[in-house]
């Protein structure tokens, strides 16, 4: 046997629910600052007392004329009919016409078997740009955060890879950068071909910078680092729920990412060939499907690759697509190594001991002339990235302001053979760590030089993956950025 009801409460579901229903209307008749109740035809049906207060603003005297009438002659850019007919909630929204902004909420209204008859709109707030002020004012600060971080961002990366930052007055650079210059103004493919560390992708960067895409995305893909079962996923984007396993969601791939901007296809020379003529088509008609769906997508996306690689080999030897390559090879820039210029040594070199200097926070080195000397007389097969790096040891391995021929001397590779002799047992006598990595360094770049940039063959001569040289290559270049 039940009891009686606790100071009125009922004691039994349904009652709970019908009042916690009514309290809940009755509370939110009170906090809002106005109701309306429309029928499943999308006529004003009712408005309630607080209601009344808006009708001047939206053009009425009498509630009869305005009760009803069609919602949306009497509230312009109400959404109260799509909620009718979509039978679902919005429960929040902005609502902007002749009388004013407010917030907004709009649920359908259900009948007991469930069809949607009618639906109530409520203005919860009024003049938010008063009422809900603080919410609006942080996120006024932020939004103005966000734009001074993106200004920068974007300052940061122009001035960081113009053709200016491209050091070298050699005829054969200076010809480079003509090129580079006439590639940014055309939107070309543009093919970048050059020994390894002989500035490809700070090229590709300086060109996108230079066009009218500046602006817009730059996207690099290095062919020879992602593995090859994934590179048609990561080009061209997977469409939700395309195979198990798949992102549920989807996944953009680089062409997407690159619309209206630049795709860098790094290492292009290592694409395997049954992904060439989906990258051909790509190219040729600006168009692809994802992965897992038969749609088609266009973009607007303008091509440089680059590689070590002799492709016209490659390419009469089967190894790569003929169509592709004259495809690609529309404006071909060929880059200079580093023996073949040597008399910007002076200027790259400067160029990087001043970057060295802004990275560690130590004072600039300076190079003697017995320092050029030695610089000059070595073979470069790792080109300005190894000039780099042989600069960074010689400025970690001495505090001296001014760097000699005798610093060069201990850490030039072996082919260099500059002055060996007594120099040999200081240079044993240095941390392990240190020692292998330079070691390591020294074996990938000649490795590298001896196969003339060809990442492939370089790993098997070094008897490691391609995917292993190409992580300790990244690591090296972590350690010199
Ligand atoms: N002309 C140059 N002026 C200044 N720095 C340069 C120049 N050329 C190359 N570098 C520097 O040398 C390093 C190697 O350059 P980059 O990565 O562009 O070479 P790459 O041709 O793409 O080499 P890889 O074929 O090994 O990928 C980078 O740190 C780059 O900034
Ligand atoms: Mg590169």
Redo the contacts with the bound molecule.
């Keep these: 046997m039940t009891g009686p009801a606790r100071a009125g409460l009922p004691l039994d579901g349904d009652a709970i629910v019908k009042l916690a229903a009514r309290s809940m209307f009755e509370l939110f008749s009170d906090m809002a600052q106005g109701m309306m109740l429309v029928d499943r035809d999308g006529r004003v049906v009712w408005i309630n007392e607080a209601y009344k207060k808006f009708l001047p603003a939206l053009g009425f005297e009498r509630v009869e004329d305005f009760v009803g009438r069609p919602v949306e002659e009497v509230v312009p850019n109400t959404l109260m009919r799509h909620v009718i007919e979509s039978g679902k909630p919005i429960l929040v929204d902005l609502l902007s016409n002749k009388a004013g902004t407010f917030v907004v909420s709009r649920i359908p209204l259900r009948d007991e078997a469930g069809q949607v008859i009618g639906a109530l709109g409520m203005v919860l707030f009024d003049h938010p740009e008063t009422t809900l002020q603080p919410l609006i004012a942080k996120f006024a600060t932020l939004q103005r955060d966000l734009d001074e971080a993106r200004k920068a961002l974007a300052a940061q990366r122009r001035t960081k890879y113009t053709l200016a930052?491209?050091?070298?007055s050699s005829p054969a650079?200076l010809e480079v950068k003509r090129q580079a210059r006439r590639a940014a103004q055309s939107g070309a493919t543009v093919l970048l071909l050059?020994e390894?560390?002989?500035?490809?992708?700070?090229?590709a960067h300086a060109i996108h910078a230079g066009s009218v895409r500046a602006q817009r995305p730059f996207i690099s893909v290095n062919l020879a680092a992602v593995p090859e079962t994934l590179l048609e996923a990561e080009f061209f984007g997977v469409s939700p729920g395309a195979y198990t396993g798949a992102d549920r969601k989807g996944r953009d791939g680089k062409f997407r990412l690159a619309d209206g901007g630049t795709l860098f296809l790094?290492e292009i020379g290592d694409m395997p060939v049954a992904l060439q003529a989906k990258l051909l088509r790509a190219l040729q008609e600006q168009e692809f499907e994802p992965l897992g769906s038969n749609q088609v997508i266009k973009v607007d996306v303008r091509v440089i690759a680059?590689t070590?690689r002799d492709l016209r080999k490659l390419a009469s030897q089967g190894r790569f697509r003929e169509d592709l390559y004259y495809r690609l090879n529309v404006l071909p820039i060929r880059?200079p190594t580093l023996r073949d210029r040597l008399s910007d040594l002076e200027a790259?070199a400067e160029?990087?001991l001043e970057g060295i200097a802004v990275r560690t926070g130590m004072p600039q080195r300076e190079l003697a002339p017995s320092a050029l000397a030695a610089l000059a007389s070595y073979s470069w097969p790792g080109?300005?990235?190894e000039l780099?790096n042989l600069l960074e040891q010689a400025a970690m391995l001495t505090d001296s302001q001014r760097l000699s021929g005798e610093d060069f001397a201990a850490i030039l590779p072996i082919a260099a053979a500059v002055q060996p002799t007594e120099e040999a047992a200081p240079r044993t006598l240095r941390p392990l760590p240190q020692l292998i990595a330079e070691i390591e360094r020294n074996s990938i770049e000649s490795a590298l030089a001896a196969t003339r940039?060809n990442k492939a063959s370089a790993a098997k001569l070094l008897g490691i993956s391609r995917a292993t040289l190409y992580e300790r290559l990244a690591a090296l270049k972590r350690l010199s950025a």
């Design positions: 930052s491209f050091i070298g650079v050059g390894t560390g002989t500035g490809k992708e700070l090229l790094d680059a070590s880059l790259l160029s990087l080109n300005v990235r780099r940039g």
